[in-house]
């Protein structure tokens, strides 16, 4: 069975300083799909990133930037230069390309981020 | 663009009264739809999800049954509510599997 686990329920860090989410998952498929989204406090979740399991490439997006090692079945975000903004619970995800029958994700349980001014 | 709708975005109902939520997306023809709960202090959990009108797959077992009467809508019901039905309601969308999934606003639900 899948699982992701987000071992981070809290972080809390001063504003400019970086912060690292950790998300490791579990799955029997070769082919998956991994997945970062954003919970501000309107409730809403926001897609971040999207990656395949063939592609190992690091991503970077601003100040956003993604890790992916099979090796270690992690796939962590870091944010550089923290702003208030980024307060918010943030979801890692999983979705296998075959078995299970369910089309849905597989969240990890939430890490929030509290950026202090 | 797509847009995704969910009502009512807060809800407060008694135990044992029944339960509509609505999901509506707008710009896509035929996408894959899903509910989930996200109860307190927890992740998301599937709940239901469907691939074309009339085609739902239940993912837990519980007193909520969920509908597709149309293309691009989605709603979640339950004739009798618990109280452990409490917790935030999302639906999402995708286009195929495996793709990313959109979510709408949510619906706060507070069963008392």
């Known amino acids: 069975a899948q699982k992701v686990t987000q071992a981070q329920t809290e972080i809390s860090v001063v504003e400019k300083e970086d912060v690292t989410l950790d998300c490791v998952y579990e799955t029997r498929d070769t082919t998956y799909y991994l997945f970062w989204y954003k919970q501000p406090p309107s409730g809403e979740l926001v897609f971040l990133i999207r990656r395949n399991s063939f592609d190992e490439q690091n991503e970077i997006s601003g100040r956003y930037s993604w890790n992916f090692q099979k090796s270690t079945s992690s796939f962590n975000f870091t944010i550089t230069a923290s702003q208030v903004v980024d307060s918010a619970v943030y979801f890692c995800?999983?979705?296998?390309?075959?078995?299970?029958?369910?089309?849905?994700?597989?969240f990890g349980k939430g890490t929030h981020l509290i950026i202090q001014p | 663009s797509q847009t995704i709708h969910q009502w009512p975005a807060t809800l407060v109902q008694p135990v044992g009264s029944p339960l509509s939520l609505e999901c509506t997306v707008e710009g896509t023809s035929n996408p894959n739809l899903y509910w989930y709960r996200q109860a307190a202090g927890r992740g998301l959990q599937l709940l239901f999800y469907?691939?074309?009108?009339?085609?739902i797959s239940s993912e837990v077992p519980q007193n909520l049954s969920a509908s597709r009467p149309q293309d691009r809508q989605f709603i979640l019901s339950s004739k009798k509510l618990l109280l452990s039905d409490s917790g935030f309601y999302l639906c999402?969308?995708?286009?195929?599997?495996?793709?990313?999934?959109?979510f709408g606003p949510g619906t706060r639900l507070l069963v008392l």
């Open positions: 469907s691939v074309g009108i009339g085609q």
């Open positions: 995800a999983l979705s296998e390309a075959v078995g299970g029958g369910a089309d849905g994700l597989t």
């Open positions: 999402a969308w995708s286009q195929r599997r495996q793709e990313t999934q959109y």
